[in-house]
T-cell receptor, first 114, second 114 residues
Framework: GNSVTQMEGPVTLSEEAFLTINCTYT??????LFWYVQYPGEGLQLLLK?????DKGSNKGFEATYRKETTSFHLEKGSVQVSDSAVYFC?????????????FGKGTTLSVSS | AAGVIQSPRHLIKEKRETATLKCYPI?????VYWYQQGPGQDPQFLIS???????DKGSIPDRFSAQQFSDYHSELNMSSLELGDSALYFC?????????????FGPGTRLTVL
C-alpha cells in the first residue's frame, strides 16, 4: 500500500542552522508529494509541493526535490529561524483524482532556539 | 483570501452523546475531505466528497456519517461518542481541475469526549 516515512523528532536546532527532514514514500504509479506545516494550536498549512519526478518545490526558504529513483522528498532550509518551530508533515496523494486522500507521515517536530 | 471554515471550533460532549461538525469549503471548491488527528498523531483520512457524492473512504467508524450538501458544505455526524473519539477534526477542500490534489485545510474542530 501507499505510505510515507519521515524522520522522527524532535529536531532541535539553533537559529541560522541548516535543516534537513528526511521523507521517503512508497506508492504505485506517480504520486504528488507535499510538505505541510502545523504551528501549535493551528491547522495544517501547505508549505510546498511537487507533482512529478525531479520537480523542486520551494516556499519561504524551504525546498524539497521529488526524487523518484530514491522515492524521497527531503525538506531542507539553509538557515532556520525561531519562527520555523512547528510540526512538519510529509504527505502524498496517490492519485490526482478529486477526493483522493492524503497520506501523511508521522510528523517531525522542529524546535529552533535563539 | 477566503479559507475553509469549520464550526464549532471546540466541542465538549459526554460519552454516548452525538455531535455534528460543519465544514464550509473555500468558494468554488467542489471537493471536501475529513481527517481526524489524535494527540501527537498524524492526520488520518476519514472520508471525502466530490460534487456531493462520496468519493473515497478511509478509517471512518460506522458510528460516523457524513454528507455534502448542494451548497458544497459538509457535515460530519458522530453518534455514540467514545472517549477515543477525542481528537482534532480537520476539514479540507480542493478546487476543480487542479490536476494534483492540493488540499486546503481548515483550522479544525477540537472534540473532547468526557
Amino acid at each position: 500500500g501507499n505510505s510515507v516515512t519521515q524522520m522522527e523528532g524532535p529536531v532541535t536546532l539553533s537559529e541560522e542552522a541548516f535543516l534537513t527532514i528526511n521523507c521517503t514514500y512508497t506508492a504505485t504509479g506517480y504520486p504528488s508529494l507535499f510538505w505541510y506545516v502545523q504551528y501549535p494550536g493551528e491547522g495544517l498549512q501547505l508549505l510546498l509541493k511537487a507533482t512529478k519526478a525531479d520537480d523542486k518545490g520551494s516556499n519561504k526558504g524551504f525546498e524539497a526535490t521529488y526524487r523518484k529513483e530514491t522515492t524521497s522528498f527531503h525538506l531542507e532550509k539553509g538557515s532556520v529561524q525561531v519562527s520555523d518551530s512547528a510540526v512538519y508533515f510529509c504527505a502524498l496523494s496517490a492519485s490526482n483524482q478529486a477526493g483522493t486522500a492524503l497520506i501523511f507521515g508521522k510528523g517531525t517536530t522542529l524546535s529552533v532556539s535563539s | 483570501a477566503a479559507g475553509v471554515i469549520q464550526s464549532p471550533r471546540h466541542l465538549i460532549k459526554e460519552k454516548r452523546e452525538t455531535a455534528t461538525l460543519k465544514c464550509y469549503p473555500i468558494p468554488r471548491h467542489d471537493t471536501v475531505y475529513w481527517y481526524q488527528q489524535g494527540p501527537g498523531q498524524d492526520p488520518q483520512f476519514l472520508i471525502s466528497f466530490y460534487e456531493k457524492m462520496q468519493s473515497d473512504k478511509g478509517s471512518i467508524p460506522d458510528r460516523f456519517s457524513a454528507q455534502q450538501f448542494s451548497d458544497y458544505h459538509s457535515e460530519l455526524n458522530m453518534s455514540s461518542l467514545e472517549l477515543g473519539d477525542s481528537a482534532l477534526y480537520f476539514c479540507a477542500s480542493s478546487p476543480p481541475g487542479q490536476g494534483y490534489n492540493e488540499q486546503f485545510f481548515g483550522p479544525g474542530t477540537r472534540l473532547t469526549v468526557l
